[in-house]
């Protein structure tokens, strides 16, 4: 079907995606170039209905970030980051007890104080209104969902989507072409498992000789909870119960200000039982005694789920290619022990900037931007990465007691020594080979909801204001249908259903005994954008591609 052309709109830079990164490298363009006398124009699409609408994140923020952009921060009543860190408690949690591990137990580098509690979705909101008033465009409700080439194959910019398709793939009478946004350079902001990123690591080969990416799936709630059981400041992380000692991940629990708390729970996505749940695992922890009392008497606000990267130092690909790089979680800079990535995201984004601009005031275009994947390992980025190389590769390795106890060990060395008797381990194999056939594992059996503290799949996803246009095509694409049923079903039970943290993936049946005729469904509409189907399919059939934009959760506040 003939097309028409698409509107080109050109900029200097062009930024995918308005996270940290993404719009921490907007604001330090616009800043080094008026420090050059200068300016530049910098675009920033963001497929969410509006800045902060996809985020999902803990969040203790390292402010070390926002120290570099905006010195003064701290006596501006705007900034949302307002509830320093009082009180930092790690648990080992059991099935009946819990146990305090002493903070002087702890390497330095996993202190949180001097942090700060907040919403990461409010801390973009904020970083995008500065940036707009330095004059960066910001356009909500756009996907990129094409990367354009150049004529020697260099980036150039890229596409949004088309709105007003319907789910066979035709125009409706509300269909609108996508624009083409051009740049001299662009920066991708994609976050964990970015569509666009990906294909660029495949078509430049940009994760030759690195290790593979690890990833994990975090799940959150935002609870409002009683007052006398609200201590703002606290902050609290537990590994152990209810994962086995093979199954890597564990809890957070934070007390922003306003009586609201962030529970959220991370599990490591090479886990090998495809009957474990994530969602399940979750609800099943706040029913701990330990966890259970602080949501007793209050209510759940807000709900959602979000993949995040693990690989750390020894799977950062290549960060330049011809005509962009890559920033923030989309590079893999997320530092697992200390379940922080918004810091490292933030300085990737300046860095990147401090690099373009120069480049762009040289006159250079769609070159590679070689001195930012050269600087990162001797910055504050790879100085903090570094460190914990080792944390989750021990874990993988040797199961959650000695792999931590081992790991925790390695922190310390290399804090105190810049040493380890590990050297670099590796972490082996990507998260979608690690499953087990269901003839080999305990199938996991999870307790019923109570309906207080611990809830179902539907009642959550209703939580995340997750809504996306119906008539569009699936944005989930299963490279080949007859998989889900033919492979994945008889050898694992067809996880989907289980990682999904949304209930997007269902197998039914045309009997009650659940015999015959399974047929794989797709409810694309609840998807929450977590990614996490991309990543864990054990087939790696599905391909997550974004929706018409707009679409998604709408995350108030997480
Ligand atoms: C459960 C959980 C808890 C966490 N806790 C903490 C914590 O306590 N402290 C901390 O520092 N870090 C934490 N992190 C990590 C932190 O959230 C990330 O490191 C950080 O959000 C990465 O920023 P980013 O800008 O790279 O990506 P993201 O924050 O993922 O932002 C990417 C943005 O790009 C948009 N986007 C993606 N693709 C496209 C596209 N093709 N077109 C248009 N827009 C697009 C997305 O909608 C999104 O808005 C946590 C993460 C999770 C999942
Ligand atoms: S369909 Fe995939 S990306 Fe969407 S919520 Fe489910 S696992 Fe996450």
Not at 108 to 129: E, Q, T
Not at 269 to 297: C, I
Request: glycine fraction near 12%; hydrophobic fraction near 35%; proline fraction near 7%.
């Amino acid at each position: 079907m003939d097309l028409p052309e698409r509107e080109r709109m050109e900029y200097d830079v062009v930024i995918v995606g308005g996270g940290p990164a993404g719009l921490s490298a907007a604001i330090r363009l616009k800043e080094v170039a008026a420090e050059a006398g200068g300016d530049l124009s910098v675009v920033v699409v963001e497929k969410g209905s509006e800045v902060g609408a996809h985020i999902l994140s803990g969040a203790v923020v390292d402010p070390v970030g926002i120290d570099r952009l905006f010195p003064d921060w701290r006596n501006d009543p705007t900034c949302p980051l307002k509830t320093e860190v009082k009180q930092d408690k790690f648990y080992v949690l059991g099935p009946a007890g819990a146990l305090r591990l002493p903070n002087f137990a702890m390497p330095k580098l996993m202190n949180n104080h001097g942090n700060y509690i907040v919403s990461l979705g409010d801390l973009c909101r904020w970083l995008a209104g500065k940036a707009e008033a330095l004059g960066v465009e910001i356009y909500p409700g756009f996907a990129a969902t094409e990367v354009l080439y150049g004529e020697t194959g260099e980036v150039i910019g890229i596409a949004t989507g088309d709105m007003g398709v319907d789910r066979e793939g035709k125009p409706k009478d509300s269909f609108t072409r996508g624009m083409e946004l051009t740049g001299k350079y662009v920066i991708f902001a994609e976050g964990a498992r970015g569509q666009l990123t990906k294909q660029l690591i495949a078509r430049f080969s940009l994760d030759a000789g690195r290790e593979p990416q690890k990833y994990g799936i975090g799940i959150k709630e935002l609870w409002q909870i009683d007052p006398a059981r609200h201590q703002p400041g606290l902050v609290q992380h537990s590994f152990g119960w209810p994962l086995d000692g093979s199954t890597g991940g564990g809890s957070f629990l934070y007390h922003l200000d306003g009586g609201l708390v962030s529970v959220g729970f991370v599990v490591h996505l090479n886990y090998q039982n495809p009957t474990l749940s994530p969602f399940d695992e979750f609800q099943r922890f706040k029913t701990h005694k330990l966890v259970r009392e602080t949501f007793e008497g209050g209510k759940r606000l807000a709900y959602g789920a979000r993949a995040l990267t693990e690989g750390g130092w020894q799977s950062v690909p290549k960060l330049c290619f011809p005509g962009g790089v890559l920033v923030g979680c989309g590079a893999g800079f997320m530092n697992v022990p200390r379940i922080k990535g918004s810091h490292n995201a933030m300085l990737s984004g300046i860095m990147a900037a401090e690099a373009i601009a120069p480049a762009i005031a040289a006159g250079r275009v769609g070159d590679e931007i070689t001195a930012y994947d050269q600087g990162w390992r001797a910055s504050a980025i790879g100085r903090d990465l570094k460190m914990v190389r080792n944390a989750k590769p021990l874990w993988s390795k040797f199961g959650t007691w000695i792999g931590i106890t081992l790991g925790g060990l390695d922190m310390w060395t290399n804090e105190l020594f810049g040493f380890s008797f590990f050297g670099t381990i590796s972490h082996g194999k990507p998260d979608s080979q690690s499953l087990k056939p269901l003839s080999e594992v305990k199938p996991i059996v999870y307790p019923r909801p109570d309906g207080v503290v611990s809830f179902d799949k539907l009642s959550s996803v209703f939580l995340s204001n997750t809504n996306h246009e119906e008539d569009q095509p699936c944005h989930l694409r299963l490279k080949d249908p007859s998989v889900p049923i033919r492979e994945n079903l008889p050898k694992y039970g067809e996880p989907a259903r289980l990682f999904c943290p949304a209930g997007v993936y269902e197998v039914v049946y045309s009997d009650e005994a659940k015999t015959r005729d399974p047929r794989f469904v797709i409810n694309a509409q609840n998807c929450v954008h977590c990614k996490t189907c991309d990543i864990k399919d054990p087939a790696q059939n599905i391909t997550w591609v974004a929706p018409e934009g707009g679409g998604g959760p709408n995350y108030p506040n997480m």
